[in-house]
């Protein structure tokens, strides 16, 4: 059985996201503390994504090592940053039904 770990992102606090969202995540996978790791982009945190060059040079850098990277499709195109979201690599569909399944699953769950 896979041991597996969902992040979900919502903060678009920069220090938050650098220094434990992109950094945990990373290491998680590279140091197979988890099996995998999916990270949830939702809300404001797409907001900070489509705009931010560092941060999206770390997701991407996190997608290359294998963390998968989704985000939440109603959520980017009521901000209009879906083709954002899609340019960095993240894979866009409704994730609501996702999240709900991995909650009632008992997988571990983190959320920002």
Not at 25 to 42: R, S
Not at 44 to 51: I, K
């Amino acid at each position: 059985m896979k041991n597996e770990l969902m992040i979900v992102w919502t903060t678009a606090n920069r220090d938050t996201i650098l220094n434990m969202i992109c950094l945990y995540a990373l290491n998680a996978k590279i140091k197979g503390w988890f099996d995998e790791v999916t990270v949830l982009v939702w809300g404001a945190s797409q907001q900070v994504l489509s705009e931010d060059s560092e941060i999206r040079e770390h997701v991407t850098k996190m997608a290359e090592a294998g963390v998968k990277v989704i985000a939440c499709k109603k959520c980017a195109e009521n901000m209009y940053i879906e083709k954002h979201m899609k340019e960095c690599g993240v894979d866009v569909f409704y994730t609501g039904e996702l999240l709900s399944d991995w909650a009632k699953s008992g997988k571990p769950l983190m959320t920002f």
